[in-house]
């Protein structure tokens, strides 16, 4: 007895025509013609292929062929059970899922009766519990998402897998074991380590692999790949990432490893609303540099932004128009400003129009004068350690994510870490790090208390003292 006569299926002819060939599926319900790639990777699940891994960079059209992967299999098996996770709500729901939903809408009217489409599920309404989609964020401390499930047909796709807990793939042995269960693991290649990068390297004759690359995706512009490779250079992580999608390399001589950044610019955290803000604020006059803004509230940087070609009293009245901007709850305790050079008169102007303004000298000693050179190599490295903690998040920003993952650092000859200066960044064809250095200011809070007691107070109008005991 056949599958479709067990269920009274009314699509016999359809389950025939396409249960074997999810390319002509593709073509002749959604009325679009694959891209070589997608079409290779649409093929290498019919044929069998029980794990396939995909490499790409962005905006190569992964999110649309996992799409037409899954429907395809919803609509041609039964009974059939398939999850699809990633590592945060928003890449989960806003990307992927929202990706499928836009394929519903695409199918024939009576195909998409078949289909009910929730929230977080979409089922065959003759049978809701024996045939769906699920969608569930896969997270560390709740591992469960891909497990324990069993159907005669199963599938288990993971986007963003690089970003995925090892522990939740731990947990999906069981579910990944089955004969018939076919598992997808997709997305940008952003950690040289973990079972991602693993199922590309040393899993990898266990794997059906594909790696797309922007340069040669028709779905890419030319215009993007070029920015990319203007912006941040063509031997960057980040253009490795986001266009060439290879895995970033593991430079022993880069401060923050990229990894470290893109996990905290896709981290779940919310914001405490009772916690205080921050900003910190680097200066740039004219120029390529730009003056640059980050505010922190928590343990969250909320906002980055820049502005290029404002004078100092033109660069002060923006800066107090983002203060007076704020809910007056949420404005900012404490505004950390590069006080070097033209730092110094933007501080003095916002004391005077009352804002608690704080110069930071950067260049001062720092307090661990056995480790760093400088004030900025030890906020640099008090960065680099509340990243790697886990419970803070960045904005996604490219040019945050570039910046952040670019300065070099050496050891002098006492053994204490030196960071590259802007300048020696710049004669590597890359750009002033404006945005990074205002982020790693909002971390100057222990400078600034632990010299004035609180940041709140009236001390704001002292000069800046060197005392930073406690900054890491």
Same mark, same amino acid.
């Given at each position: 007895m056949s599958e479709a006569t067990k269920i009274q299926n009314p699509f016999d002819d359809f389950i025939l025509k396409y249960r074997n060939d999810p390319v002509l599926f593709v073509e002749k319900v959604f009325g679009v013609q694959p891209d070589d790639w997608q079409s290779q990777f649409l093929r290498a699940i019919a044929d069998s292929?029980?794990?396939?891994?995909?490499? $790409?960079?962005? =905006?190569?059209?992964?999110?649309?062929?996992?799409?037409?992967?899954? /429907?395809?299999? %919803?609509?041609?098996?039964?009974?059939?059970?398939?999850?699809? #996770?990633?590592?945060?709500?928003s890449q989960l729901f806003d990307a992927l899922f929202a990706e499928i939903k836009r394929w519903v809408k695409e199918l024939d009217p009576a195909l998409r009766e078949l289909l009910e489409v929730k929230s977080d599920r979409i089922e065959l309404r003759p049978s809701p519990t024996e045939a769906f989609i699920s969608a569930r964020t896969s997270r560390a401390e709740q591992p469960e998402a891909l497990q324990g499930i069993h159907s005669e047909h199963v599938m288990l796709v993971a986007d963003e897998a690089s970003g995925v807990p090892e522990a939740v793939f731990e947990a999906a042995a069981g579910s990944m074991s089955g004969h018939s269960a076919v598992t997808i693991l997709l997305g940008n290649p952003v950690r040289s380590s973990g079972? @991602?990068?693993?199922?590309?390297?040393? /899993?990898?004759?266990?794997?059906?692999?594909?790696?797309?690359?922007?340069?040669?995706?028709?779905?890419?512009?030319?215009?993007?790949?070029?920015?990319?490779?203007?912006?941040?250079?063509?031997?960057?992580?980040?253009?490795?990432?986001?266009?060439? =999608?290879?895995?970033? /390399?593991?430079?022993? !001589? #880069?401060?923050?490893? @990229? $990894?470290? *950044?893109?996990?905290?610019?896709?981290? !779940?955290?919310?914001?405490?609303? @009772?916690?205080?803000?921050?900003?910190?604020? !680097?200066?740039?006059?004219?120029?390529?540099?730009?003056s640059a803004l980050a505010k922190k509230k928590g343990n969250v940087i909320t906002e980055?932004?820049?502005?290029?070609?404002?004078? %100092?009293?033109? %660069? *002060? =009245?923006?800066?107090?128009? &983002?203060?007076?901007?704020?809910?007056?709850?949420?404005?900012?305790?404490?505004?950390?400003?590069?006080?070097? =050079?033209?730092? $110094?008169?933007?501080?003095?102007?916002?004391?005077?129009?009352?804002?608690?303004?704080?110069?930071?000298?950067? $260049?001062?000693?720092?307090?661990?004068?056995?480790?760093? *050179?400088?004030?900025?190599? &030890? /906020?640099?490295?008090?960065?680099?350690?509340?990243l790697e903690q886990r419970g803070c998040a960045l904005p996604k920003d490219d040019d945050l994510l570039a910046e952040l993952t670019s300065p070099r650092y050496t050891f002098n000859s006492s053994g204490r870490l030196r960071l590259e200066s802007k300048d020696e960044m710049k004669k590597r064809g890359l750009s002033s790090p404006d945005l990074a250095d205002a982020c790693i200011l909002t971390l100057a809070g222990d400078a600034a208390v632990g010299i004035y007691g609180s940041a709140s107070g009236s001390s704001w109008t002292q000069p800046l003292k060197r005392l930073l005991k406690g900054v890491i």
């Amino acid at each position: 007895m056949s599958e479709a006569t067990k269920i009274q299926n009314p699509f016999d002819d359809f389950i025939l025509k396409y249960r074997n060939d999810p390319v002509l599926f593709v073509e002749k319900v959604f009325g679009v013609q694959p891209d070589d790639w997608q079409s290779q990777f649409l093929r290498a699940i019919a044929d069998s292929n029980r794990r396939v891994s995909v490499r $790409s960079g962005h =905006g190569v059209g992964k999110s649309t062929a996992a799409s037409w992967a899954m /429907l395809w299999y %919803l609509l041609t098996r039964y009974p059939v059970k398939v999850v699809v #996770t990633a590592p945060t709500s928003s890449q989960l729901f806003d990307a992927l899922f929202a990706e499928i939903k836009r394929w519903v809408k695409e199918l024939d009217p009576a195909l998409r009766e078949l289909l009910e489409v929730k929230s977080d599920r979409i089922e065959l309404r003759p049978s809701p519990t024996e045939a769906f989609i699920s969608a569930r964020t896969s997270r560390a401390e709740q591992p469960e998402a891909l497990q324990g499930i069993h159907s005669e047909h199963v599938m288990l796709v993971a986007d963003e897998a690089s970003g995925v807990p090892e522990a939740v793939f731990e947990a999906a042995a069981g579910s990944m074991s089955g004969h018939s269960a076919v598992t997808i693991l997709l997305g940008n290649p952003v950690r040289s380590s973990g079972y @991602f990068y693993e199922t590309h390297n040393r /899993l990898k004759d266990e794997w059906f692999t594909l790696h797309v690359n922007c340069e040669q995706s028709k779905r890419v512009s030319k215009e993007f790949v070029r920015e990319m490779a203007i912006k941040y250079g063509e031997e960057s992580n980040a253009y490795r990432v986001r266009v060439l =999608g290879e895995f970033p /390399l593991s430079d022993d !001589d #880069t401060m923050i490893p @990229f $990894s470290v *950044v893109e996990q905290a610019m896709n981290r !779940d955290i919310e914001v405490d609303q @009772f916690s205080q803000m921050t900003y910190g604020i !680097d200066v740039a006059r004219f120029g390529s540099d730009k003056s640059a803004l980050a505010k922190k509230k928590g343990n969250v940087i909320t906002e980055v932004k820049k502005w290029q070609g404002l004078d %100092l009293m033109q %660069l *002060v =009245g923006a800066i107090k128009n &983002e203060y007076d901007a704020e809910e007056s709850l949420d404005r900012p305790s404490a505004i950390y400003i590069d006080s070097i =050079g033209l730092g $110094s008169g933007v501080v003095d102007r916002l004391r005077e129009l009352g804002l608690p303004a704080i110069g930071i000298n950067v $260049s001062e000693s720092p307090a661990m004068k056995n480790a760093y *050179v400088n004030l900025r190599a &030890e /906020l640099w490295g008090k960065m680099k350690n509340w990243l790697e903690q886990r419970g803070c998040a960045l904005p996604k920003d490219d040019d945050l994510l570039a910046e952040l993952t670019s300065p070099r650092y050496t050891f002098n000859s006492s053994g204490r870490l030196r960071l590259e200066s802007k300048d020696e960044m710049k004669k590597r064809g890359l750009s002033s790090p404006d945005l990074a250095d205002a982020c790693i200011l909002t971390l100057a809070g222990d400078a600034a208390v632990g010299i004035y007691g609180s940041a709140s107070g009236s001390s704001w109008t002292q000069p800046l003292k060197r005392l930073l005991k406690g900054v890491i």
